[in-house]
């Protein structure tokens, strides 16, 4: 019987070198850039040195490693490094930011005023979700603040899905103005509806 | 028990108030509907349960639509085969020939009207007018 | 007297329901309205919540403890003997087959159950391994069991058992396996109990994760769902990290990474969903 073994050691893994892994994150293999990029956050620069590698990469799952040490360090400034690929032209670029602020939600809120303000309107529309994880009062003005000078239907939209969550009765008038400016927007008059009744008069 | 004369509908869209709305689209036409909320979940749920027609966005978290297309027709009959509509709030040209690429069988830019998007899904899954 | 939990409007249902599926992936049928809605009173007085209002904001300011609970309202947490025996069955079905296709004979198989708590994981997975894979014989095989709490390892390693951890054990596998010490506890043979290695392990430390080693097979249940987002992230990155190439990972059969990690592929396997790291192309 005795087939299942008890193990004495475990497979060793190399630890990587800490003096090496600015070069490793540069020059390395997949395996090395992603080890590297795991333990970046040690480095006395490390900032610089993960914007520098998030420039370069080109493979999703060390790119989405250097996003994870960004989210470790956590400070307004590591989110100001995630915040320039939200515009980029490539969808999972686009995804692995969101998903990397997510994981730092304070640090990226301290960005949200000029998110929200941004010329383009796919930035202003990611803003929305990343005002979702704010506290209610605040992500509701804020939310009301911005729809009421929007004019691109698909922000306002975006906006009206997290107000139907965290929206209070202020936010009711400025739905209320929303639809009666964009009539003709079919999803934007349901999303207003569906908001409003979930905000209701509790 | 299911009905095999209808016409299974997966929306995969990460804003959970235009699944809503697809959702009341299609129900009150016959379809049967099904949610996911990213790429991926998207794709558990392909490999679970047959579809007759997918409906996704391309901004998700975990894993967006051009990555989820290239997902699903990487994998192996019928599941690599399912028509897919994407609706999406970007417009750009090399947005929609982005997600042809990936496999796309067609793409539109929100909003759509619900009876619009009743009419494609009915085409896509072949049931006569 | 106790005290009358606020009706929830069908509103506030569906808020509450968003908010579910968009953490964990739990969908509420029509059919299951009632019982949510009394889960959700229980949380509202057990929080002294004013109202449902009140509740939510407190649910979403994510006080971990909270979602940690309501999720647990919706969930069966016992851990048994042969839980979840479906993936077990893939594990010898599918998975295995797969690991040792490009293994010789004597080779090495090291599978990880993490967190592992009392013990009923790993020890189910030797059982089941000498009860239904024909080749077992044929490798050597390591069993892992971790978890963050030094008590309940120390009782994995005791390996003392009641009735309800065995119940779905046949008196033919108890007899088999454990000796019987009165009516109430059972112990897991000595053979066994020296074939798995127990260690601490936090996911979201590295320094935890990575002397562990590399693995075939991973199954880390019913744990991730609690963490936050970022903690997913580094206890993917973790996993993923202790996975050979092509090596599998199996979650809780309610849980599914699409809330946790892009990292792993889908895989499809008996119907279940199974992931997997990719495999290395050959240079």
């Not at chain 1, 980029?88 to 990397?100: F, N, P």
């Not at chain 2, 896509?124 to 007018?129: D, I, K, S, Y």
């Not at chain 3, 693995?215 to 997913?232: G, K, T, W």
Request: hydrophobic share 45%.
């Amino acid at each position: 019987m005795p087939l299942v073994r008890k193990p004495s050691s475990p497979a060793e893994m190399p630890t990587p070198d800490v003096r090496k892994w600015s070069k490793l994150l540069a020059d390395g293999s997949d395996d090395e850039r992603w080890d590297a990029a795991r333990s970046a956050t040690l480095l006395p620069d490390a900032l610089a040195v993960l914007t520098d590698a998030l420039a370069r990469e080109r493979v999703p799952r060390v790119r989405e490693a250097i996003f994870t040490a960004l989210a470790k360090i956590g400070s307004s400034e590591s989110a100001a490094v995630a915040l320039p690929y939200l515009r980029s032209d490539d969808a999972s670029q686009r995804t692995a930011a969101l998903d990397a602020l997510r994981a730092m939600p304070a640090a990226a809120a301290e960005h949200l005023p000029q998110l929200l303000e941004d010329t383009e309107a796919d930035v202003r529309l990611l803003a929305c979700e990343i005002a979702r994880w704010t506290p209610a009062d605040h992500a509701s003005r804020m939310l009301g603040e911005l729809i009421e000078r929007e004019l691109n239907t698909n922000v306002c939209a975006a906006a009206v899905e997290v107000l139907a969550e965290v929206g209070n009765a202020a936010s009711v008038p400025i739905l209320a103005r929303c639809a009666a400016r964009f009539p003709e927007d079919p999803f934007l008059i349901f999303a207003v509806k569906v908001a409003r009744d979930r905000i209701g008069s509790r | 028990m299911s009905d095999f004369s209808r016409k299974r509908v997966l929306i995969i869209d990460d804003a959970a108030l235009i699944r809503t709305y697809y959702r009341s689209a299609l129900e009150t036409r016959g379809f049967v509907v099904e949610e996911a909320l990213n790429g991926l979940e998207g794709l558990e749920k392909v490999l679970l349960q047959p579809f007759d027609l997918a409906i996704v966005d391309i901004n998700m978290p975990r894993m967006d639509g051009i990555t989820f297309l290239y997902a699903l027709r990487s994998k192996e009959l019928p599941v690599s085969g399912i028509p897919v509509l994407v609706i999406s709030t970007e417009a750009g040209v090399h947005d929609a020939a982005a997600a042809r690429r990936a496999g796309a069988n067609y793409y539109l830019v929100k909003p759509v009207k619900q009876e619009t998007l009743a009419q494609y899904a009915a085409v896509f899954c072949g049931v006569p007018r | 007297m106790a005290e009358t939990p606020p009706l929830i409007t069908e509103e506030e249902f569906q808020k509450l329901a968003d908010f579910l599926y968009r953490r964990t992936g739990m969908v509420f049928t029509e059919t299951k309205r009632y019982y949510v809605e009394r889960r959700i009173a229980d949380r509202i007085v057990a929080t002294s919540s004013q109202s449902f209002a009140g509740y939510f904001a407190y649910l979403r300011s994510e006080v971990r403890d909270e979602v940690e609970h309501l999720i647990n309202a919706f969930t069966v947490n016992e851990t048994y003997f042969y839980r979840e025996d479906h993936q077990l069955a893939c594990l010898t079905t599918d998975l295995l087959k797969e690991r040792v296709a490009a293994k010789e004979p004597g080779d090495t198989i090291r599978i990880w159950s993490v967190p592992c708590s009392t013990g009923e994981e790993p020890y189910s997975i030797a059982i089941w391994l000498l009860e239904n894979w024909r080749e077992v014989d044929a490798y050597d095989i390591e069993i892992v069991g971790s978890d963050i709490d030094t008590r309940v390892l120390e009782a994995a390693a005791e390996g003392m058992f009641g009735k309800r951890a065995l119940m779905r054990l046949s008196p033919e596998l108890i007899g088999r396996y454990f000796h019987g010490l009165d009516d109430e506890r059972w112990r897991i043979l000595d053979d066994l109990r020296q074939s798995v290695r127990f260690s601490r392990v936090n996911l979201i430390e590295t320094k935890d994760t990575r002397p562990q080693g590399r693995f075939d097979v991973i199954f880390c249940r019913n744990v991730l769902i609690y963490f936050d987002d970022e903690s997913r992230r580094i206890a993917a990155e973790n996993l993923y990290d202790n996975l050979l190439p092509g090596g599998f990972i199996c979650l809780g059969h309610t849980e599914s990474m699409s809330r946790i990690s892009p990292l792993f592929e889908v895989c499809r396997y008996s119907g279940a969903i199974v992931y997997r790291r990719p495999r290395e192309l050959r240079a």
